[in-house]
């Protein structure tokens, strides 16, 4: 392993769980030190509007206007658009406030104008005041697709429409295969001052698996000589938010932080897991990662600044 750099870090994230990690890590780094790499499998095509859920959940984190009342979402956000469009008899299931819809116009108009969607992403971030780099996975169409009693069904379908509800018997990500990722992706994969990988606490199927679908992205993971660490998304065998202990059980996997350990067992070299795990700590220890318990259940600001301060601290003494 090399001796430490110049301290830069990259985030791949997804969902709001991820994007509550990105916002310590964002408090504690500058925006020379941490870039964040985000999942948009999600991404689809909605009343002709692209819609980029993981993208803007960050974007709205990170600027201090996420919708902590609901969880999601654009603060102070109102409905008038969907509650007339939905009295016209338009599809009104996938919620749409005003505020939040001011952003996929703009996208639009961005993308139409000929940009990437790694450009418009940096063009709005910038826009809301955001210096840190948000990378898109890909500025390719990558759709996460799951399969359910035979169907094969769109990602938003299952997860807003149907609410998780179908059991899962495969997940697909439609287009990975012929994909590129954005190329700052890959160059910051390859700095020679990158000092550690994050993998947020974010759905490992749904929000990071969509990521390491991109076969250049998972071959330059497995190249690092540096730490690359997971923060375990469940806590005493249940997903802090969202279906990931549901689809860890219907996919075969122990439904707890050990599952989620084991599952990125071959791309990982460091993992951390809440105090409330601790007794799963010799067992993951045993899949050869280091191991650090701590407090992972971000409620608060400083929540999350403590534990991005416990995990850029966890991959710095890597080096001592």
């Not at 709005?124 to 898109?136: E, K, N």
Request: hydrophobic share 40%.
């Amino acid at each position: 392993m090399k001796t430490n750099g110049k301290n830069k870090y990259l985030a791949f994230t997804g969902g709001v769980g991820g994007a509550k990690l990105c916002v310590g890590l964002s408090k504690i780094l500058s925006a020379f030190e941490i870039a964040f790499v985000v999942n948009t499998g999600d991404d689809f095509t909605h009343l002709d509007f692209p819609i980029c859920p993981d993208l803007d959940s960050l974007m709205y984190a990170l600027s201090a206007e996420n919708n902590e009342e609901l969880g999601w979402g654009r603060k102070g956000e109102t409905w008038n658009f969907l509650r007339s469009f939905a009295e016209l008899g338009g599809e009104n299931w996938f919620q749409l406030g005003d505020r939040d819809l001011a952003i996929h116009v703009m996208r639009k108009q961005l993308l139409r104008e000929g940009l990437t969607l790694a450009e418009v992403t940096s063009e709005l971030y910038q826009r809301f005041g955001i210096s840190h780099a948000v990378l898109p996975m890909t500025n390719e169409q990558v759709s996460t697709k799951i399969q359910s009693q035979g169907e094969l069904k769109s990602f938003q379908k299952y997860f807003v429409k149907e609410k998780c509800e179908p059991k899962i018997e495969k997940i697909v990500y439609h287009g990975s295969k012929h994909a590129k990722p954005v190329p700052a992706v890959l160059e910051k994969l390859r700095d020679p001052d990158l000092s550690g990988v994050v993998i947020c606490p974010s759905n490992p199927f749904l929000s990071i698996d969509p990521i390491l679908s991109l076969e250049t992205i998972k071959s330059a993971l497995l190249s690092l000589d540096v730490p690359v660490v997971a923060v375990s998304p469940i806590i005493y065998g249940s997903a802090v938010k969202g279906p990931t202990d549901k689809i860890m059980g219907e996919l075969g996997f122990t439904q707890s932080a050990l599952g989620v350990a084991e599952h990125y067992d071959n791309l990982i070299t460091h993992f951390v897991l809440d105090n409330e795990d601790v007794n799963l700590c010799s067992e993951i220890e045993k899949l050869g990662l280091s191991v650090l318990v701590c407090n992972t259940l971000m409620k608060t600001l400083d929540d999350k600044t403590e534990l991005a301060d416990n995990v850029i601290k966890f991959i710095k003494n890597s080096f001592i």
